[in-house]
Structure formats: C-alpha cells, structure tokens
C-alpha cells in the first residue's frame, strides 16, 4: 500500500522528462521571440539609417515641416473637392500647394536642403500646379485620381530618401 503513495508523491523519471523538455520548449520559444524582436528592431534602426540626414536649424526644420503639413493639408482638400466634384474647390487647393506656395521661402533654408531634395521639391509642386490647370468637368474625378496618384508617388520617394536633423 506503501509504493503507490510514494509515486504519486514523487515524480518518475519519465514525468521529470516531460516536465523538463516542456520547460526547455517555453525557454527556446522565448529565445526566439526575443531574437525575432531584437532582429526586428535593429532592421528598422537600419532603414531609418539609409535615409540622407540633412541637418537644419529648429527654425529651418519648423519651416519645412510646416509646408509638409501644408500639402498634406492640400492633398485631402483636393480629395474632398474630387468627392463632391467641386471643380473649384480643387483647382484653389492644388494652387495653394503648387509652385506659387514657395515664393519668397527664406533662402537660408534652401540653401542647406541638397539639390536632388529641391528638385523634388519642385517637381511635386509642379504636379500640384498641373492638376489646378488640367481639372474641369465630367473627367474631374478621373484626372485628380491620376495628379494624386503621381504626386503621393513622389510624396512616398523624397521620404524614402531623407530624413531632417537638428544641426549641433
Ligand atoms: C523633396 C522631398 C520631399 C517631398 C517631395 C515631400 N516630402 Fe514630406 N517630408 C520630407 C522630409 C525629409 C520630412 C521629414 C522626415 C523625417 O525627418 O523623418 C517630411 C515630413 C513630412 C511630414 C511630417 C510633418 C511633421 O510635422 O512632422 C508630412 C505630413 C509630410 N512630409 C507630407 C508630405 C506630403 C503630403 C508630400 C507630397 C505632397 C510630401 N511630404 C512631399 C521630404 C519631402
């Protein structure tokens, strides 16, 4: 009567086994969640890396960012204009993000911001300019699609490619 109580009260071998690998499973699977996340974390650190640095003073940093926001600001009344077919509304959102928006911008800044940057630059406010010209009518909604669709194209490449950083 006395050996079955003893096994319960003490595991066998076979039992410390299973208990064992169970823990030994928990500790590699963890291991590897913890190396998964680790690889992760230093990928993004990479990528964010590749991006050319440009640094700028708060001021010039405020500056740009500022007429990022303003685009974007642009781009969803352009939207908005495109949902209602308000031809108007469109053409005075995609003028108000177009070529006009950086006249007289403080050269200052420009001059730090690396050529291809201000090419872009350029570029996206031409798209905005062009959209203002080509909207009218039934085909509205089509065109701004299609102006949208170029211009986040570009919106998407410059941020692919810089970053902004506060000079020393
Ligand atoms: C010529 C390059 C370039 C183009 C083109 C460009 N951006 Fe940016 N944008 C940047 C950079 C650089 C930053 C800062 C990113 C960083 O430091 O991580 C930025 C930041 C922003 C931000 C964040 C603003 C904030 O307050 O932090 C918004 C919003 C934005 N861009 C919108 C847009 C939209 C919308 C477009 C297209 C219509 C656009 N950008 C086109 C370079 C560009």
Avoid at 7 to 25: F, M
Avoid at 44 to 68: E, F, H, P, W
Avoid at 97 to 113: I, M, P
Wanted: aromatic share 4%; charged share 25%; hydrophobic share 40%.
């Amino acid at each position: 009567m006395n050996q079955p109580h003893e096994h319960w009260a003490t595991p066998g071998p076979l039992e410390r086994r299973a208990r064992s690998i169970a823990y030994g499973i928990l500790v590699l699977a963890l291991g590897v969640l913890a190396g998964v996340g680790a690889r992760e974390a230093s990928s993004r650190q990479q990528q964010g890396d590749k991006r050319t640095a440009i640094a700028l003073t708060a001021d010039q940093r405020d500056a740009v960012l500022s007429d990022m926001r303003t685009m974007l600001t642009a781009m969803q009344s352009i939207m908005d204009g495109a949902t209602r077919m308000d031809i108007p509304k469109i053409r005075a959102a995609a003028q108000a993000a177009g070529t006009a928006a950086l006249v007289g911008r403080d050269s200052a800044t420009q001059a730090q911001l690396p050529e291809a940057f201000r090419r872009q630059s350029a570029e996206t406010r031409a798209n905005f300019d062009a959209l203002a010209e080509a909207v009218r009518g039934f085909t509205a909604r089509d065109t701004t699609l299609a102006y949208l669709s170029r211009i986040s194209a570009r919106c998407v490449s410059c941020h692919a490619q810089y970053r902004l950083t506060l000079k020393e």
